[in-house]
C-alpha cells in the first residue's frame, strides 16, 4: 500500500474509530462525548472521499469499506445514543425504535451502493450521516440548554422513527452540487422559517442551536420540496 492510499484509508478508519468511542461514550452516560463523537466522525467521512479523489487512489474495496464504517458511526452509534439518552424510557417501543434507526441506515447504504450509478443529482432518501447528525445535535441541544425530551411525551420517539423512515424514504434530497434535483422557492422559504424557529428555540445555546438547525431543516427541506415539486408536476 503506497502512502497516497494510506491517507485515505486511515480517514476513513478513523470514521469507524470514533464511531467506536462514541458507543463507549454513550455506554458510559457521557452523551456530550457520544454525540460529538458521531459529528467528528463526519468529518473524517467527509474528508475521506475527497483525500482518494486528489491522490487519485479510489478503490471498491475503499467504498466498502466507507460504508461499512458509516453504518457503525451514524447507524449504530446514534441508534445507542438515542435509546440511553431518551428511547429506554418507552419500553419495548423505544427499543423498536432504536433497532429501526440502525436497520433503516444498513438498507439505506446497501440501496445508496446498489443504486450508485442509476440515481443522479439528488440523494434518494436522507443521507445516513445526515439521520445520524440529527440525533447527535438534537442530544447536544437538549443537553446545552437542560431540557428534559421525556417532557415532550411520545414526540421524541416519534421523530426518531420519521428520521429513520426517511432514511429509506424515496423523498428526494438535492446533493447541492449545482445540477440535477430542483430546489423550489417555497422549499428556501419553509427552510429558513424552520432555521429560525429552531435558533430561537435555541438560542440559550446558539452554536448547538445552529448545528442541530442545518441537520433538522435539511431533513425537512427534502420533504417539502419533493411534495412541492409533485404538486408542480401534476398542475
Known amino acids: 500500500m503506497t502512502y497516497k492510499a494510506l491517507i485515505p484509508n486511515m480517514l476513513t478508519s478513523s470514521n469507524l474509530v470514533f464511531g467506536v468511542c462514541s458507543i463507549f ?8 462525548w457520544g454525540s460529538l463523537f458521531i459529528l467528528i466522525a463526519l468529518v473524517a467521512d467527509g474528508l475521506d472521499g475527497r ?27 446514534p441508534c445507542i ?76 420517539p416519534l421523530v426518531v422513527l420519521a428520521i429513520a423512515l426517511l432514511m429509506v424514504s424515496t423523498v428526494h434530497y438535492p446533493d447541492f452540487k449545482g445540477k440535477g434535483e430542483r430546489i423550489y422557492p417555497v422549499s428556501i422559504v419553509a427552510f429558513a422559517a424552520i432555521f429560525a424557529a429552531i435558533l430561537y428555540f435555541g438560542r ?12 433538522a431543516t435539511y431533513a425537512i427541506f427534502g420533504v417539502v420540496n419533493t411534495i412541492v415539486a409533485k404538486t408542480v408536476g401534476r398542475s
Open 25 to 32: 461514550s454513550t455506554m458510559r452516560g457521557d452523551f456530550f
Open 204 to 215: 440559550d445555546a446558539i452554536f448547538f442551536a445552529v448545528l442541530f438547525a442545518v441537520f
Open 51 to 77: 483525500a482518494a479523489r486528489f491522490f487519485g487512489v479510489s478503490s471498491e474495496i475503499g467504498k466498502e469499506m466507507d460504508s461499512l464504517c458509516d453504518l457503525v458511526s451514524f447507524g449504530v452509534a
Open 81 to 156: 445514543l438515542a435509546h440511553d439518552f431518551c428511547l429506554h424510557a418507552f419500553s419495548w417501543f423505544g427499543c423498536v425504535v432504536a433497532i429501526c434507526f440502525a436497520l433503516c441506515g444498513a438498507w439505506r447504504l446497501a440501496r445508496f451502493n446498489v443504486n450508485v450509478n442509476i440515481v443522479h443529482g439528488f440523494f434518494m432518501g436522507l443521507a445516513i450521516p445526515a439521520g445520524g447528525c440529527f440525533v447527535a445535535t438534537s442530544t447536544l441541544l437538549f443537553l446545552a440548554i437542560g431540557l428534559d425530551p421525556h417532557s415532550f411525551g411520545l414526540l421524541y
